[in-house]
Nanobody, 127 residues
Framework: QVQLVESGGGLVQPGGSLRLSCAAS????????IGWFRQAPGKEREGVSC????????YYLDSVKGRFTISRDNAKNTVYLQMNSLKPEDTAVYYC????????????????????WGKGTLVTVSS
């Protein structure tokens, strides 16, 4: 059974850090690009970051550049999103998703057409 499971969310104060994990089962991540998306209450889902399979190219939403870092450990079949200097506006449910080979960016935004999705993990940034 193909599955993506996110973990690592929680409550953190502004300026704090969290590391999200996206663990895959039922398939190998070696051949997939992995994207992180988020959806805040009352807002549309947006693509936050993505890492391609073959060349490791990355994409970041402008508002998280310099604060978030995506990485992958194919041996562990896991992708990570390190989030530093968190802001209240980063509060959202974060989802990981997989698509074969490369991230697709259209008009500067990460494409939503992914093959597999996780169920999400909640990140709350609040004092």
């Amino acid at each position: 059974q193909v599955q993506l499971v996110e973990s690592g969310g929680g409550l953190v104060q502004p300026g704090g850090s969290l590391r999200l994990s996206c663990a895959a089962s039922g398939f190998t991540l070696d051949y997939y690009a992995i994207g992180w998306f988020r959806q805040a209450p009352g807002k549309e889902r947006e693509g936050v970051s993505c890492i391609s399979s073959s060349d490791g190219n990355t994409y970041y939403l402008d508002s998280v550049k310099g604060r978030f870092t995506i990485s992958r450990d194919n041996a562990k079949n896991t992708v990570y999103l390190q989030m530093n200097s968190l802001k209240p506006e980063d509060t959202a449910v974060y989802y990981c998703a997989a698509v074969p080979w490369v991230c697709t960016v259209v008009a500067g935004q990460l494409d939503y057409e992914m093959d597999y999705w996780g169920k999400g993990t909640l990140v709350t940034v609040s004092s």
